[in-house]
């Protein structure tokens, strides 16, 4: 499970909320102190089992218990996701806990296919109507067996800039690139990956993830980033008279230099850029009225994620036809745990991964001739990752020709042959090149070459020298293969190695028959 729970009591959660914005709870009567409107949005498509619905009706059931429901504390509506989506009950339909149970526990699966961007519309429009200045927190939370195919991130970031928190659950273990970019940061407390027999085991951390964002003080910190913090807060201005002023700071400097913002009465939220990563931060605002020499302040703090960023520098060595050696710049990071390479051919095939303490890895057992497309990430503690992404092509089996053989064919021509081990699929042909040597220092030596297809063993050369360098090549799609040449003399032919590089280069190796 891709889940680390929050370390606040449920008692100090408590504590902690504003007195001007909530009152404290009542023993008994739930969570007195929170107000909100949460739509949940249930996957109730066929892909989700009957036992793993009625499993998540029951999670459901518990994960609501605790709050006082209705006007003025946290409303609650069902959109069920399926065929044709459609609402079991709205934020009005239900004011207590015994109703609000009876309901849930009932709801009936529809067991149609998962239209979940039109069950998303659905819920926008829900939720843009309980929108305006004086309106509670408002939290999607998403219970369902995985994503299917279809623009779910445009309705998502809009009720997202519409100011609507995003939690997610899914009993499924897919697509986690997909919820990561959609729920509310910070991921590690508002996305879940679960068994459905296992669920209960994310209730305590869900349920705090919940009263963080509902039971709130009246200004809220929202979004947070390694740069950037999003402020929402309760209008304290009525009518429009008045302004507001924001101050903000790293909280191990003097108020002296804090920023300052000065903000027009109708605002109620505001985005913070250009922050330090891994940083504590303190928020004041302050709301000034017209002709009174009262104000309203509130005051909070966040501290921004660390920056995640992944190695910026990536090199591909001993490069084979089965193998690659991957190594990539070191992330200067201590929250850096270790590294993950994942690599599969393109355009298809199966995608494997390794780990690794170091910043280098050979993988091996690769496809010869092959591209593939090569991931390294750097995993942080805090569960976040940065990547980054080349493509590499493995060689193609490059066969060498050996055992070449001059055969004189009267005056002055000799039949060239030769053999090729197991030529590969990518032998183009070969070149046949045949060069006269230096008889004497006034002499100089000729050079001719000819190219033949990929199914010749053989060739004729004549007008020959008594002593020429005979030599064969193999030529495939991406380099020359290793050759192998045959000198007359004196009619012996003395055969030597003739090593080609990539490209056609040679090398100076030469080798005896």
């Known amino acids: 499970m891709r889940r680390i729970g929050v370390a606040c009591a449920l008692l100090l959660l408590s504590a902690r909320v504003s007195r001007s914005c909530a009152q404290d709870a009542v023993p008994g009567s739930g969570f007195d102190c929170c107000e909100s409107d949460v739509l949940l949005l249930l996957d109730s498509s066929g892909s989700v089992s009957f036992y793993e619905f009625s499993r998540m009706l029951h999670f459901l059931s ?12 946290v409303r609650v509506a069902l959109v069920q996701v399926d065929t044709e989506p459609r609402v079991e009950f709205n934020f009005d339909a239900h004011s207590s806990q015994e109703t609000l149970q009876e309901v849930l526990l009932s709801t009936p699966q529809l067991r149609g296919d998962t239209e979940t961007e039109t069950a998303l519309l659905l819920a926008q429009r829900l939720l843009q109507q309980t929108a305006g200045q004086e309106a509670p927190p408002r939290v999607l939370l998403w219970l369902t067996d995985g994503v299917e195919m279809g623009n779910v991130e445009g309705p998502i970031a809009a009720l997202r800039e519409d100011g609507v928190s995003v939690l997610a659950v899914s009993i499924g273990h897919s697509n986690y690139q997909v919820f990561s970019r959609v729920v509310t940061p910070p991921i590690e407390q508002h996305l879940y990956f679960v068994d459905p027999n296992s669920m209960d ?8 993830a919940i009263i963080e964002l509902i039971c709130t003080k009246c200004l809220n910190v929202r979004d947070v980033t390694s740069h950037s913090a999003v402020l929402h807060w309760r ?4 009518g429009g008279l008045g302004w507001y002023e924001l101050k903000y700071g790293e909280a191990e400097q003097s108020i002296d230099t804090h920023q300052k913002l000065t903000l027009s009465p109708d605002v109620t939220r505001t985005d913070l850029t250009h922050l330090q990563p891994d940083t504590h931060y303190n ?22 994620l660390p920056d995640v960023s992944g190695p910026t520098t990536v090199m591909v060595s001993e490069s084979g036809s089965d193998r690659l050696r991957v190594s990539w710049s070191p992330v200067r990071s201590r929250q850096v745990e270790r590294y993950q390479v994942e690599f599969g051919p393109i355009p298809r095939g199966d995608v494997r991964s390794v780990t690794s303490s170091q910043t280098s890895v050979l993988l091996t057992q690769l496809q010869p001739d092959t591209h593939y497309l090569i991931t390294i990430s750097a995993l942080y503690s805090s569960g976040q990752q940065g990547a980054i992404s080349i493509k590499a092509c493995t060689q193609e089996v490059l066969s060498a020709v050996h055992n070449i053989r001059l055969t004189p064919m009267g005056f002055n021509s000799v039949k060239v042959d030769w053999e090729t081990q197991e030529q590969g699929a990518g032998l183009q042909g070969y070149w046949v090149k045949w060069e006269t040597a230096e008889h004497s220092p006034s002499s100089s030596s000729s050079s001719s070459s000819r190219y ?11 007008q020959l020298n008594p002593t020429t360098r005979v030599c064969v090549s193999p030529v495939y799609r991406t380099a020359r293969g290793e050759g192998q040449c045959c000198t007359t003399h004196r009619e012996v032919c003395q055969r030597d190695q003739l090593s080609v590089c990539h490209g056609g280069g040679k090398n100076s190796r030469v080798g005896s028959c």
């Open 201 to 208: 085991i994310i209730a305590k951390d869900l349920k705090e």
């Open 62 to 73: 518990d994960l609501l218990h605790p709050f006082k429901v209705g006007r003025g504390h």
């Open 452 to 462: 033949l297809p990929a199914h010749s063993q053989s060739t004729v050369l004549t």
């Open 235 to 238: 209008p304290l201005l009525i």
């Open 283 to 304: 928020v004041m605002l302050t709301a000034h009225t017209l002709h009174t020499t009262h104000s309203i302040m509130h005051s909070t703090s966040f501290t921004t």
